[in-house]
Nanobody, 126 residues
Framework: QVQLVESGGGLVQAGGSLRVSCVVS????????MGWFRQAPGTEQLFVAA????????AYADSVKGRFTISRDNAKNTVYLQMNSLNPEDTAIYYC???????????????????WGQGIQVTVSS
């Protein structure tokens, strides 16, 4: 059974940085394209970033381009989301997800992802 566990969230001031991690167990992470999504209270879940199984391709939401970087270390079965220049609008629960279709480019639709982590809170204070 595939499990995804996020870590590294917390409270940070506006303008600061934070890195969240997602460790995959049960299957090697190189079997999946990986994505990050986020959901703020009272809003829908939104795409943040995605990366292909080998790290060669990435995709970002317009709202985070130039500030966030997704990366992966397949040897450690881990995916990362480096978040810089954070602002209060980035406050949300961040979810890691795995997409089995490695023939596809990194995809922004949550329906394409089969496995999900439990989520981790990121709070940016003004």
């Amino acid at each position: 059974q595939v499990q995804l566990v996020e870590s590294g969230g917390g409270l940070v001031q506006a303008g600061g940085s934070l890195r969240v991690s997602c460790v995959v167990s049960g299957r090697t992470v190189s079997n999946y394209n990986m994505g990050w999504f986020r959901q703020a209270p009272g809003t829908e879940q939104l795409f943040v970033a995605a990366i292909s199984w080998n790290g060669a391709s990435t995709a970002y939401a317009d709202s985070v381009k130039g500030r966030f970087t997704i990366s992966r270390d397949n040897a450690k079965n881990t995916v990362y989301l480096q978040m810089n220049s954070l602002n209060p609008e980035d406050t949300a629960i961040y979810y890691c997800a795995a997409d089995r279709n490695t023939f596809a480019s990194p995809r922004p639709r949550s329906e394409e992802y089969e496995y999900w982590g439990q989520g981790i809170q990121v709070t940016v204070s003004s």
